[in-house]
């Protein structure tokens, strides 16, 4: 079957740093995408990744390792907006989008 | 440009009635999808659409059913509503490339007593 593990919640300091890991076993892969969700809202696009490496955009870096299955979300100098939910999705041989359920991130002042 | 927009927003329906969820974007594009969000899950794909007039089956198809009549418009059926549907259901769509970013619809709150 197909899986995406995301832990279900995170907890950080405003102005610190914090990483959101992704492990993923898919039929396939034709890249991986990081969502963010704040709570009764839809989810915005972070970043896509496709080659193995960091990508860099502002406060937020996100890493892929095909080899190992495995992502990571940067999040620097963070923000009280920044708590929301972080959703990792994989885009399978078929083109189709695996969801992993989000972690919950949690900024305290 | 409205970008995705879902109509309603918030539905409460009784078992066994039946209702529509519109999803429309100005966009242009191409693929269009519906999803249903759960606490604690994922987003799973109930069906999409690759263009005018054509839609396929997602993982959580049963239940559902979906029209594709105008490019712009993505409807989302269903027959006899169920407990089990009670969920936040997203519309998305992209402009061609499978690669390209979901753009989402602002989500529909849909409970079934």
């Known amino acids: 079957g197909q899986n995406i593990d995301q832990p279900t919640e995170m907890t950080a300091t ?7 890991n992704c492990t993923y076993q898919t039929s396939g892969f034709n890249g991986l ?13 972070l970043s896509y990744n496709v080659l193995d490496g960091l990508e860099e955009k502002g406060r937020f870096s996100s890493f892929l390792s095909r080899s190992k299955g495995y992502s990571y979300l940067l999040l620097k100098e963070l923000q009280m907006k920044d708590s929301a939910s972080y959703l990792c999705a994989v885009l399978d041989s078929n083109y189709q989008l695996i969801w992993g359920a989000g972690t919950k991130l949690i900024i305290k002042p | 440009n409205a970008g995705v927009t879902q109509t309603p ?18 966009m242009n594009h191409e ?27 997602g993982e959580v198809p049963d239940g559902y059913n979906v029209s594709r009549l105008k490019k712009q418009n993505f409807l989302l059926g269903l027959e ?10 997203f519309c998305a769509s992209i402009l061609g490339g499978e690669t390209d ?3 989402f619809g602002p989500g529909t709150r849909l409970t079934v007593l």
């Open chain 2, 80 to 89: 006899s509503a169920a407990p089990s549907q009670t969920s936040v259901y």
């Open chain 1, 14 to 20: 405003e102005g610190a740093i914090v990483q959101i």
């Open chain 2, 101 to 103: 970013t979901q753009y």
């Open chain 2, 31 to 57: 693929y269009m999808y519906w999803y249903r969000q759960d606490p604690g899950m994922g987003l799973r794909l109930i069906h999409y659409s690759v263009g005018e007039g054509t839609t396929a089956k």
């Open chain 1, 33 to 45: 995408f990081w969502y963010q969700q704040h709570a009764g809202e839809a989810p915005t696009f």
């Open chain 2, 9 to 26: 927003k918030f539905r409460v329906l009784k078992t066994g009635q039946s209702m529509t969820l519109l999803c429309a974007q100005d």
